[in-house]
């Protein structure tokens, strides 16, 4: 084990950045990394990025980040700017702080280099900066990150003074993560590896399923209401799968979109009627073009026009039911303080399914006459 020596592996991390050594230690046992900070030649930045979760603002930010005084004149700040020569093909600007290192805005190198001579740095900042606290979630920095177009995103301690930065690359990682924890909670499948105990998977799949389970009767138990029509029109069983199909794909999409646009911030709940109206007009056309083709297929092929019209009305339904739900379902979580991706897609299919047997069962039971 690795573990077993801290002085070689302190020799190690004091090769590598202070990023790369705090993402090794927080694998190590807590009183394992005391003995590697001790035996690290220069711990400081490393100990002061440890004391941050790794899911936050103050976990991803990087030290050591140009910064000048407001007060400091152009050539003293390009002075100060030298010592980062190694690293001048990565900053494109400098962050500006008045004395109690309190942000007050941000500087291009540009601007700073044909500034003219002893002009105060504060009087060519940019004041208009965003940042976030050092306990902001990760997700959230991605957002304001993505939001406002940053290359980097300033962080502050709870005092409001300047600590260090995040960069886009630092937020890669997250973004590949949150996305990959979204799709797996919309099937219902969070925090399952396929390399994993299979005790763990069958714990997080298996509830999942009883649920599933559980909706698949509800549908089965609507059909049911509707044994003697199909009894006297068994062409309508052949159609089932259709209207069930098209509607929890349709939904699914819509639950897709949706969930993830949340989680990028993409729908503030002020935008939430607009959202629904929006998918509701998409299930409105779906309903149509699909409707048409279903009803027309179905004509074709059986022969009755009755049969093709109420196929297809049910199809039109079902897709604006789709729409409807695919939207609501995920806004009345988030409403309800409820993660929006861990059910969503159950509830949604369940709606689909239901309403459209009885969509379709229906009215096929007011038309018994003329699909017989």
Same mark, same amino acid.
């Given at each position: @084990?690795?573990?077993?020596?801290? #002085?070689?592996?302190?020799?190690?991390?004091?090769?590598?950045?202070?990023?790369?050594?705090?993402?090794?230690?927080?694998?190590?046992?807590?009183?394992? +990394?005391?003995?590697?900070?001790?035996? @690290?030649?220069?711990?400081?930045?490393?100990? =002061?990025?440890? +004391?941050?979760?790794?899911?936050?603002?103050?976990?991803?930010?990087?030290?050591?980040? #140009?910064?000048?005084?407001?007060?400091?004149?152009?050539?003293?700040?390009?002075? +100060?700017?030298?010592?980062?020569?190694?690293?001048?093909?990565?900053?494109?600007?400098?962050?500006?702080?008045?004395?109690?290192?309190?942000?007050?805005?941000? %500087?291009?190198?540009?601007?700073?280099?044909?500034?003219?001579?002893?002009?105060? $740095?504060?009087?060519?900042?940019?004041?208009? $900066?965003?940042?976030?606290?050092?306990?902001?979630?990760?997700?959230?920095?991605? &957002?304001?990150?993505?939001?406002?177009?940053?290359?980097?995103?300033?962080?502050?301690?709870?005092?409001? !003074? *300047?600590?260090?930065?995040?960069?886009?690359?630092?937020?890669?990682?997250?973004?590949?993560?949150?996305?990959?924890?979204?799709?797996?909670?919309?099937?219902?499948?969070? /925090? =399952?590896?396929?390399?994993? #105990?299979?005790?763990?998977?069958?714990?997080?799949?298996?509830?999942?399923?009883?649920?599933?389970?559980?909706?698949?009767?509800?549908?089965?138990?609507?059909?049911?209401?509707?044994?003697?029509?199909?009894? &006297?029109?068994?062409? %309508?069983?052949?159609?089932?799968?259709?209207?069930?199909?098209?509607?929890?794909?349709?939904?699914?999409?819509?639950?897709?979109?949706?969930?993830?646009?949340?989680?990028?911030?993409?729908?503030?709940?002020?935008?939430?009627? &607009?959202?629904?109206?929006?998918?509701?007009?998409?299930?409105?056309?779906?309903?149509?073009?699909?409707?048409?083709?279903?009803? %027309?297929?179905?004509?074709?092929?059986?022969?009755?026009?009755?049969?093709?019209?109420?196929?297809?009305?049910?199809?039109?339904?079902?897709?604006?039911?789709?729409?409807?739900?695919?939207?609501?379902? #995920?806004?009345?979580? !988030?409403?309800?303080?409820?993660?929006?991706?861990?059910?969503?897609?159950?509830?949604?299919?369940? *709606?689909?399914?239901?309403? /459209? *047997?009885?969509?379709?069962?229906?009215?096929?039971?007011?038309?018994?006459?003329?699909?017989?």
């Amino acid at each position: @084990m690795v573990t077993e020596n801290p #002085p070689d592996l302190a020799l190690v991390l004091d090769l590598t950045g202070p990023d790369v050594a705090v993402d090794l230690l927080r694998h190590i046992p807590i009183e394992k +990394q005391f003995e590697i900070l001790d035996a @690290m030649s220069d711990p400081a930045e490393v100990s =002061e990025l440890l +004391q941050y979760k790794d899911d936050t603002a103050g976990g991803l930010m990087s030290l050591g980040y #140009p910064v000048v005084n407001e007060t400091t004149t152009t050539p003293n700040a390009l002075d +100060q700017l030298r010592v980062f020569e190694e690293d001048a093909e990565h900053i494109n600007s400098v962050l500006v702080v008045d004395s109690d290192r309190r942000l007050v805005g941000s %500087l291009s190198i540009t601007r700073l280099a044909l500034a003219r001579p002893n002009t105060l $740095v504060s009087d060519i900042t940019d004041r208009e $900066v965003h940042s976030v606290n050092s306990d902001t979630d990760q997700e959230e920095c991605a &957002r304001v990150m993505r939001r406002y177009n940053l290359d980097l995103l300033p962080v502050l301690d709870k005092d409001g !003074r *300047f600590t260090g930065v995040i960069l886009d690359d630092d937020l890669v990682d997250v973004v590949v993560e949150e996305a990959t924890e979204d799709m797996f909670r919309i099937a219902s499948v969070g /925090g =399952e590896r396929i390399a994993g #105990p299979l005790t763990n998977s069958l714990r997080r799949r298996l509830p999942w399923l009883y649920i599933n389970l559980a909706t698949a009767f509800l549908a089965a138990a609507t059909v049911s209401l509707f044994e003697t029509t199909i009894t &006297r029109v068994v062409a %309508l069983a052949v159609f089932l799968p259709v209207v069930a199909s098209q509607g929890g794909i349709g939904g699914t999409q819509t639950v897709t979109l949706v969930v993830r646009s949340m989680a990028l911030g993409e729908v503030p709940r002020r935008l939430g009627l &607009r959202l629904l109206a929006r998918e509701l007009s998409l299930g409105l056309i779906h309903g149509v073009a699909l409707g048409a083709v279903v009803g %027309l297929a179905a004509y074709l092929w059986k022969g009755n026009v009755t049969l093709g019209l109420v196929l297809g009305l049910a199809m039109f339904g079902n897709m604006l039911v789709a729409g409807m739900f695919g939207a609501g379902v #995920p806004l009345l979580l !988030r409403k309800l303080r409820m993660d929006p991706a861990v059910s969503s897609a159950v509830f949604v299919t369940t *709606f689909t399914d239901v309403i /459209g *047997f009885v969509l379709f069962l229906g009215l096929a039971a007011i038309f018994v006459e003329q699909l017989v």
